[in-house]
């Protein structure tokens, strides 16, 4: 109670908008709604809350967009989760993007499970376009929040470390990996293999095949308790043949990285 014993009441309704501002608000990618659903479920009660966009197309062709409730993304923390594989839709996540800073949203994180063009990343040769810089450029001109300021952007496993340096001020990229993930799914791998051969026999081995020396430079740091296998790729006309650098497959039970 105020000085002097004052009472102030609250309207009911501004306590409703003040306990929905502190729960985030979830949008993604129509082939990313089972993934979304499932982080809702797996989140405590009332904490996220499920958005909805209409993705539909004008008789040309263009997008015509439209984020439903749109009111309720006031000062509200949005999630994002998109995917950029197919290069077709884009254009139209990018635009719901840039729109949700316009709508007063207090902060947004982009979650890109998986960066498309990673792996054109340098330019080898002159002509060569470099389009992981290009994409990043795409994402760092999602304007800042009012509320947190830039945007962050959640990728897993990006190809190469040093592309965290080709976006603007205007993101925040955050690198994550699910290669604790994958040590879970080899040690699960590892005893599945024990139950199916007995425990009495040899432990069966595993071996790690990395495409090429760049996927080992990546990723052999975090996987050091296993035989490895280097592939590398050759040249021979218009094809590619890939041959085993390093390491043996012989009586191996082989995952490639």
Not at 179 to 186: C, F, G, I, Q
Request: negative net charge; aromatic residues 10%.
């Amino acid at each position: 109670m105020p000085e002097g014993g004052e009472v102030v009441l609250v309207p009911q309704d501004a306590v409703q908008r003040a306990k929905v501002a502190q729960s985030t608000l979830l949008f993604y990618w129509t082939n990313m709604a089972a993934l979304a659903q499932r982080v809702v479920r797996c989140c405590q009660a009332g904490t996220v809350e499920l958005g909805a966009i209409r993705w539909n197309r004008f008789p040309d062709g263009t997008p015509k967009l439209f984020i439903e409730n749109v009111e309720g993304v006031w000062n509200r923390d949005v999630v994002f989760i998109a995917d950029f594989q197919d290069t077709d839709s884009v254009f139209e996540q990018i635009s719901v993007l840039m729109s949700f800073s316009q709508y007063s949203a207090r902060s947004l994180m982009v979650v890109l499970p998986y960066f498309p063009t990673g792996t054109m990343e340098r330019v080898d040769m002159e002509g060569d376009v470099a389009t992981a810089h290009t994409l990043a450029r795409i994402l760092s001109a999602i304007p800042q929040c009012a509320g947190c300021g830039p945007s962050r952007l959640l990728v897993y496993d990006i190809h190469a470390l040093q592309e965290r340096f080709y976006f603007g001020d205007s993101v925040i990229p955050l690198l994550d990996t699910a290669v604790p993930l994958l040590r879970w799914r080899l040690e699960q791998f590892e005893r599945e293999l024990q139950a199916e051969i007995g425990e009495d026999a040899h432990r069966p081995r595993i071996v790690l095949a990395y495409p090429d020396e760049g996927a080992r430079k990546r990723f052999a740091t975090y996987l050091r308790d296993y035989d490895v296998i280097v592939c590398s790729k050759r040249r021979q006309g218009n094809e590619r043949i890939v041959i085993i650098k390093e390491g043996s497959p012989t009586d191996c039970h082989v995952v490639i990285v």
